[in-house]
């Protein structure tokens, strides 16, 4: 049983992941973006319908990608160049991407799909337990998982992490040295809503084979509050999204094993998991969130 | 100390934001594309398999309104309803048809059918359960219109100018179950649905006691996923039932492609719901079972023309099941490894529910061992869709 919801976690909580990772971003350099779950369907279905007029899976993510940073450019042009509400405009980018996305993906419903097949790492997933949790998946999630690590590097090792983090603590130490926090504010919304786009992109693809319409059903706002969860630190966004689908496998293995409770409480459970641990975390994070962002509320 | 308390507040307040999304399912779009079709004299290409008689004339009743909750291409429900409209479409030429898509389930869809009333709508089909209560306030307004409502049951008072009309849903599902339990190895079925509501608990247990008319060692898991559409639930839902050793998946959702995908690749069968899903499944799909609202939408319409709707069985709850006609919910095409001995177990079954039996003619008996209908006690319609019990064999909580 164990085995079989750790291998759920992974497989289903990739495409919370990169958005996770793709907001942590975003916020680090001082704006929330609440159009992530706008993104993920932005991708979710450019991949799709991509992926099957090209032929090419992986185009077809990055298509995704495209799509997901296009809606995360509107967001930045609103909040950033004119000066609107973060979390208004956030909600509204997602209404646009919920539209739009039903709207273009009328015919695609039911269609047949090209899709990622999983691709087991020689060797590796062959060992017992730890195999088929971590090496037996679609390239996507061999992809997420990297993400984290690649992206704690990036952030606080590389020059340009070091201006996305100054976007979001200091950003008039970046106006000092003749930056512009405008314009990494820019790139990092850009960037997560890149990375949104792929999460889409494999749900869609990789994970579910499917487009249907607002298909996220709530993820990419999940994705958001996971990145607080997570204290804007991309190594534990792996274990936040995981965790929150590996409460989601939990769930339904309990269901199917007959156990005698609700399922409508079953089915709060991931939820639940999440907000009990921000509560219980939240008194040691509270100096981690980035100072711009305390602005935002 | 101020940081701390507001992101206290944001966090609850962004998962409930999921979960309002989550809910609200494909209700965001609720634009409602009501739209008066220009080509609605369409060629009766269509017409004959309608029941009716070449193009009829149309008297008084000159528009009739649909609405869906889905889009009318969802691949599944919303789709069937969607078809049923334009073959009324192609059985009445000089009719205006009406339609109207994602109509959500709250006060929009008054609003939506209001718009059609003012249209000059004669008769109005809301097609999903959840536009009952608002069909029903309508009409308790407007008695020049008719209107019926698919799969719900009128409440008090009941008016002349209402009805709910209904297939009996798990007549093809029951005997889907006989193939399924023919089929598996592992003794073991896994189904997939959305909320423990009658509708879904009769399919799961008439799965469940077809399967066991052949197999009486049969076991059905039952996994809900709280949605009538969220693939990565299903995803997760279905891979579930497969760890758990079920071979054969089925599923009572509004969407269906995920999950058939997902049995077809982990190499176990499926049985379908909603549409044909075959092609998704070339070498796992055993059956399924699809609507065709054709005769049944036509039939409504003509007698509300003959004017003869107050007398009719529509203006009720009407129920058509074997037992009273023609059942518009059918079986979908069996798949290579379904045996004749099996589809002539399922003709029998089919014969014994023509000639007044049903899926559940009693034994009946519950999880916990009681008998609901006894030897030989056969439920009416009305009993099945009160239904909030499992079967014995089905693991699964309805609560």
Known sequence: MLEAVLTGAVAGGTSILFPVVGETFTERSGVINLGTEGSMLAGALTAYIVGIESGSVWLGALAGAVAGAALALVHAFMVLTRGANQIATGLVV???????????????????????????????????????????????????????????????????????????????????????????????????????????????????????????????????????????????????????????????????????????????????????????????????????????? | MKIRRTRAAVVPALLALALVAAACGSDDDTGGDTSAPADSTAPGATAAEGGSAAPASTGAVDTVGFIFVGPKDDFGYNQAAYAGSEAVKSAFGDLTVLQA??????????????D????????????????????????????????????????????????????????????????????????????????????????INAFTLGAQSVNPDIETIAVSTGSWCDPALQAQAAQTLIDEGADVITQHQDCTKTIVEAAEAAGVYSVGYHADASALAPTGWITGSEWDWTALYTDIVQTLIDGKFAASPYNGDYRVGLQTGD?????????????????????????????????????????????????????????????????????????
């Open chain 2, 116 to 203: 059609m009333i003012d249209k000059g709508a004669d008769l109005i089909f809301a097609t999903s359960f959840g536009h009952l209560e608002f069909a029903e306030n309508l009409a308790a307004k407007n008695p020049d219109v008719v209107f019926v409502h698919q799969g719900g049951l009128e409440t008090e008072p009941k008016l002349d100018n209402m009805g709910t009309y209904f297939g009996t849903v798990y007549e093809p599902v029951y005997t889907a179950g006989i193939a399924a339990g023919q089929v598996s190895k592992t003794g073991k079925l896994g189904y997939v649905y959305a909320f423990p509501i009658p509708q879904t608990l009769a399919n």
């Open chain 2, 327 to 399: 059942n518009p919910f059918i079986q979908s095409a069996f798949g290579k490894m379904v045996t004749p001995e099996t589809i002539a177990l399922i003709d029998a079954a089919k014969e014994s529910f023509t000639a007044g039996g049903s899926p559940f003619t009693g034994p009946v008996v519950n999880q916990d061992g009681d008998t609901v209908w006894a030897e030989g006690e056969t439920p009416t319609y009305a009993d099945i869709e009160q239904m909030d019990f499992f079967v014995n064999g089905v693991t699964g909580s309805t609560s």
């Open chain 1, 94 to 297: 997602t209404f646009l991407g919920i539209g739009l996305t039903a709207l273009f993906g009328q015919d695609y419903v039911g269609q047949g799909v090209n899709a990622f097949a999983a691709v087991p790492i020689p060797v590796l997933s062959d060992i017992p337990f730890i195999g088929p949790i971590l090496f037996n998946h679609d390239p996507l999630t061999y992809i997420a998982i990297i993400s984290g690590p690649l992206a704690w590097l990036v952030l606080f090792r590389t020059r340009f992490g070091l201006m996305v983090r100054a976007a979001g603590e200091r950003p008039e130490v970046l106006v000092a040295y003749g930056m512009s926090a405008t314009q990494i504010r820019y790139l990092a919304t850009v960037l997560g809503g890149s990375l949104a786009g792929i999460g889409g992109a494999q749900l869609s693809t990789a994970f579910t084979l499917n487009w249907s319409e607002n298909m996220t059903v709530g993820r990419g706002f999940v994705a958001v509050s996971l990145v607080i969860f997570a204290a804007w630190d991309p190594l534990k966004a792996i274990i936040g999204a995981y965790l929150f689908s590996g409460a989601i496998a939990l769930q339904l293995q309990l269901q199917a094993r007959g156990t005698d409770v609700s399922q409508y409480l079953l089915q709060a459970v991931p939820y639940l998991t999440v907000i009990v641990i921000l509560a219980a975390l939240s008194r040691h994070r509270a100096h981690d969130a980035p100072e711009s962002l305390s602005r935002v509320f």
């Open chain 2, 101 to 114: 898509e994602n109509v959500p389930e709250t006060a929009e869809s008054e609003a939506v059918m209001q």
